[in-house]
């Protein structure tokens, strides 16, 4: 009787000897670094504007720029891990993102600074995939797994709280520069661990094209659609500059559809697309990243342009909000099993639209922190926090294991394109609200009237979120003994 062949063994991805925990700990200093950019420049954005002559459209570019190139590339990014390697494209990543951090530092100009958050992006792109695909490829044990997609994911919340903190300390003690400088030690200490510790890919003979111009013509249109939308308010919708930026993006997401309807390798595979809860979760995520980086910049904005907070008490009032959305993260975790996430989806929606309409009503004289800021952004804060794992798992109910990771990743994509068009939308918005303010002799009120507008409209998007769910069928969560593994990789792959 012939022996049964042994069964295909675990790719190695940890040189013999070495702890598991530490591809956790490579992983999760990785992960932090990329969230941690999305927020820690934000409470730097008035000294940016004050030391390189900054106009309010090119602020946000500093921000839309690195979410652009993140949401675009992170399918691409994904692929190429699997293909070429994740230490291979983990390195890769690190060095984009470490050297693009050093030269935003350095910036003498708005475009120097802003072209390096782009690049950054790319780099952040590279590593967000990879970082939780070394935990996969190395974790075997089921509850070793868990454990560390758990820190994984924890790590994503308390990022954002660090980002805004460390944001404020900086700026206050050393200067704007400091955000992007901070990179640079932890990403140096980075690159030589996963060289010295991780195992190089053995790369199977196969050979299989990337998608890269689906990558890029879906990047270069959301970065065009950005663009047209944001100089809207400088120099009018009629405007040549504006009219050539809109029809260049919808020609090249028109091209990006073609592309993935013909490729034979699309970055999203085509029966992802007649899923009707994947299309829906898509498009309430979408909505979550308009809300969920507009707040926190037009908040930052508020506090130190308008009120004349620095950065360091702007920094500690935005605190508990972040704190606030891992509690409502950990809360959901339990309410999903009762309610449903069809339901919590819709909760969640209403009380972020409840705590961002309550926000609006921000003075233009210096608030009462409690009844103008706390009590608002804490109420977001929960809102957010049920909406982040509930839309995940509707999103991702009728997807099938092969593709859950590319279901996972677009709703990430679906979050960060959302949050870098909706920035530029809402950025014109108040801009134009602004320059049309009523009573124009005091400057103040003008811009705080910018903000109120912006804040309205966060709450009817999230209207909009809530009424689009009533479409969703109300699934049941996979209860945790079941489906723990489940649910911790599908809100794992959903970095903030």
């Known amino acids: 009787m012939s022996a049964l062949p042994p069964s295909p063994p675990t790719p190695a991805v940890l040189r013999p000897n070495l702890p598991l925990g530490v591809v956790v700990a490579i992983s999760c200093v990785a992960l932090f670094m990329v969230v941690l950019d999305t927020t820690i420049v934000t409470l730097a954005l008035p000294q940016m504007h004050d030391a390189l002559d900054m106009s309010v459209s090119e602020q946000q570019w500093v921000v839309t720029g690195y979410l652009i190139t993140l949401g675009g590339f992170l399918l691409l ?80 919340a308390f990022a954002g709280t660090a980002g805004v903190l460390l944001g404020g300390v900086l700026t206050s003690e050393l200067n704007w520069r400091w955000v992007l400088f901070i990179n640079i030690p932890p990403g140096v200490a980075l690159f030589t661990a996963a060289v010295l510790c991780l195992l190089p890919a053995r790369v199977g003979p196969k050979r299989v094209r990337l998608d890269l111009p689906g990558a890029l013509s879906v990047t270069l249109g959301i970065g065009a659609l950005s663009y047209g939308l944001s100089q809207a308010s400088a120099d009018g919708w009629g405007s040549s500059k504006v009219l050539i930026a809109l029809g260049a993006a919808v020609v090249l997401i028109a091209c990006f559809v073609a592309v993935q309807i013909t490729s034979a390798q699309p970055l999203i595979p085509r029966t992802l697309f007649r899923l009707r809860t994947l299309a829906l979760g898509n498009l309430v995520m979408f909505l979550l990243g308009v809300v969920l980086n507009a707040s926190f910049f037009f908040i930052s904005l508020y506090l130190q342009q308008a009120i004349g907070y620095g ?67 804490l109420i977001v804060g929960i809102g ?50 602004t320059t049309n303010a009523v009573d124009t002799s005091h400057p103040v009120e003008a811009l705080v009237h910018g903000y109120r507008v912006a804040f309205l ?23 945790p003994e079941a489906g723990e593994k489940v649910s911790e990789e599908r809100s794992a792959n959903t970095p903030s």
């Not at 792109?125 to 994984?152: F, G, M, V």
């Not at 999903?336 to 639209?353: D, T, Y």
């Open 384 to 433: 957010l926090g049920f909406l982040l794992l509930s839309i995940t798992l509707t999103g991702t109910s009728d997807v099938g294991p092969e593709d859950a990771g590319a279901a996972s990743g677009l709703l990430n994509t679906s979050r960060q394109v959302g949050g870098a068009i909706g920035l530029a939308v809402l950025t014109t918005i108040a801009a134009t609200a």
């Open 457 to 479: 409209i966060c709450a009817g998007v999230m209207i909009a979120a809530a009424l689009i769910a009533l479409a969703l069928p109300n699934i049941k969560a996979p209860r």
């Open 77 to 156: 990014a994904a692929r190429a891990g699997d293909l070429f390697g994740h230490k291979r494209v983990f390195l890769f990543g690190m060095v984009v993102f470490t050297a693009a951090s050093l030269v935003g530092g350095l910036a003498t100009s708005p475009t120097t600074l802003i072209v390096s958050r782009f690049v950054q992006g790319i780099g952040a792109a590279a590593l967000t995939p990879t970082s939780l695909s070394l935990i996969t490829t190395s974790h075997t044990d089921e509850t070793q797994r868990q454990r560390a997609l758990s820190l994984w994911s924890i790590t994503i």
């Open 311 to 377: 950065p360091l008490r702007a920094g500690m009032a935005m605190v508990p909000v972040t704190l606030i959305v891992i509690v409502g993260g950990f809360a959901s975790r339990k309410l999903v099993l009762v309610l449903g996430p069809r339901n919590l989806i819709i909760i969640g929606g209403l009380v972020v639209a409840a705590g961002m309409a309550w926000l609006s009503g921000v003075p233009a004289r210096p608030p009462v922190f409690l009844a103008h800021i706390l009590g608002p952004t």
